[in-house]
């Protein structure tokens, strides 16, 4: 029973992790139509940056700032730099442009910092506090989860209630009629990315602290676990992100703790079979018209 | 509008309006491709005579790439769909090996026919697979299909550590290969007999592919790309097209790792990461999407750049560490970038390329003359 409750809040944190980097490929997709493959090497590159702050320094919560602030421009970057000049008219012409981003992001930081891993510090002891003999919650679980919690309420205000987070929404759903109607429509846009690899960049440094350490391939196994969160969730319903970053965590916990971790990716990938071919648009998504 | 159009529909390949084909060099495209075949063989093993043995390892490491490549561009150039997972079906082609050879090592049997016997057996295991992860894919559209084939190139090499009893984990297995027949004389160089085991392999793969590409399941291929509910409507059967596509691709896919396997007399995961399914697709776009050509300037590509890096980092007077960091990721960051540029300003890759300057070079002719 005590394995049972201590694999089940690992797995909530580490879902809670999952849940922000899954809501991060939503937001994309939600705004662009494009699964940004690059989610990854993008947040592993502005953890890179935080390292650098943090050695530098020697303060870990300005690296922390940091990272979130090379999140946010690397985003704007990429949109700006990249995706907004590649032909989105078939679905594969952005996704091959994001595996050259995951190419040349793991490369650039493969010839500056090397391909060793790097300690990633946790800014809280990763020991679990006992409560009645029963080893719950670390300080770092409940770090991980309060801030993943206000990272999406944050997000859920901001689309619901603010005029920006409305504009953002016209845009995305209807891009013409926002456009005549004075919405700046490459520049929501630009904020969508921004948005997205912001919090992505947050996730990462969140779990890399929980993983081997920093690497340029570190987020390979998170992104396909999110991916897989994403895609349990629908990719068009933030809600569903967030639930199913959470069902995978527990998932990915169970396996690891009564299995071995060996099986935890060979997990993912049956999770991620089993949802798709029972519900190839996933489990939370509308049932869509045939378009002809 | 269909999910799975092909990025770059090479639009020349195609029937032109009008119901005129576009195959207008008369004659049988078997007896065509046959010629063209053959003359490829006795290029080669002129070639193979004539150059330094390690270039004719090189040779014969494009010719593996090339079985995969190919098969990689009729999958997702000429029915649309994208995979990220073609390293994983190497290396289930590359561990079929290695364990049928290592068997017949093992009972000590000998004979010319165990290497054809054991790349058979890499191709049969990895249909299988192929089939299995087809039958998935042909329900899955755009970027859900990419998301379960990346889950399927992070996954594939994790197993051989997995299951380490059968694979011997990180370790990997090694592959233990006859030397060349004493008919050819005892003095044979190795590395010519593998550029001749790998290159008519090759050879075949192409062959077959070149005439399943102009027949009847070629078009019915480009069909499902191009509009899946017009291909619906002509009476094709799209979800069966999309998994004997896939089916083939993934043949392929393994004859090439079974081939890049007997080569290296080896097998390991880390030959097989997700990067060697990314550089898979780099090198089909980058050299031309949807064209065996393309695919053929694709896997030179994969074999010349890291080669060319290498001498340039030579060149350059660094120190040990960086120019060790250089050389594994300098070739990665130019692949990386290629792709990127090739895919905003050069939709059809090399070979595109080539051909537009073909028929610039064509079409001016007539005007001079006139």
Known sequence: MDRFVFLTVDGLSRGAVYAAFALALVLIWRAARVVNFAQGAMAVAAAYVAYTVSTATGSYWLGFVVAIVAGLLLGALVDRVVMRHVDHASPLNPVIVALGLVLLIQAVLGMVYGSEFRPAEAPFSRSALTVGGVAVLSPYDLFVFATIGVVVSGLAWMFARTPVGLRMRAAAFAPEVSRLLGVNVGGMLTLGWALASGVGALAAMLVLPTELGLHPHAMDLVFVSAFTAAVVGGLDSPPGAVVGGLVVGLLLSYVSGYAGSDLTPLAVLVLLLAVLLVRPGGLFAPVAARRV | ?370
């Open chain 2, 1 to 370: 509008m269909s999910a799975t159009r092909a990025a770059l529909p090479p639009k020349e390949q195609l029937d032109e309006p009008g119901g005129r084909p576009v195959d207008r060099r008369g004659g049988s495209t078997l007896l065509r491709h046959l010629a063209v075949v053959l003359a490829a063989g006795l290029l080669l093993v002129a070639v193979s005579y004539s150059v330094e043995p390690f270039r004719n390892f090189q040779l014969a490491t494009v010719a593996a790439y090339l079985c995969a490549t190919a098969g990689l561009t009729v999958l997702t150039g000429l029915n649309g769909q994208l995979s990220l997972g073609h390293g994983a079906l190497m290396a289930t082609g590359a561990y079929t090996v290695a364990l049928c050879q290592t068997a017949f090592a093992d009972r000590g049997m000998t004979g010319g026919w165990l290497l054809p016997l054991s790349l058979g057996a890499a191709i049969v295991s990895t249909v299988a697979v192929g089939a299995v992860v087809g039958v998935a894919a042909a329900r899955l559209r755009g970027p859900y299909l990419a998301g379960v084939t990346l889950a399927v190139a992070v996954v594939v090499p994790a197993l051989a550590v997995t299951f380490d009893g059968v694979f011997n984990g990180e370790q990997g297995l090694s592959v233990p290969v006859e030397p060349p027949p004493l008919s050819l004389g005892p003095y044979f160089p190795y590395e010519r007999w593998q550029l001749w085991v790998t290159g008519a392999a090759t050879l075949l793969a192409l062959l077959l592919l070149a005439n399943l590409i102009r027949s009847r399941y070629g078009r019915t291929f480009r069909a499902v790309r191009d509009d899946e509910v017009a291909a619906r409507l002509a009476g094709i059967h799209v979800a069966r097209t999309q998994v004997l596509a896939f089916v083939v691709s993934a043949a392929t896919a393994g004859l090439g790792g079974a081939l890049l396997a007997v080569l290296a007399q080896s097998v390991s995961p880390g030959a097989f990461s997700l990067t060697l399914s990314l550089f898979l697709l780099m090198a089909v776009v980058i050299g031309g999407l949807g064209r065996l050509t393309g695919a053929l300037w694709g896997a030179v590509l994969l074999v010349a750049l890291p080669d060319l890096t290498h001498s340039v980092t030579e060149m350059l007077t660094l120190s040990p560490a960086v120019a060790q960091r250089l050389e594994g990721n300098l070739p990665l960051a130019i692949f990386g970038l290629t792709l990127i540029v090739v895919m905003i300003a050069a939709p059809g890759g090399v070979q595109g390329l080539l051909s537009r300057l073909g028929r610039a070079l064509l079409a001016r002719r007539p005007t001079r003359r006139s």
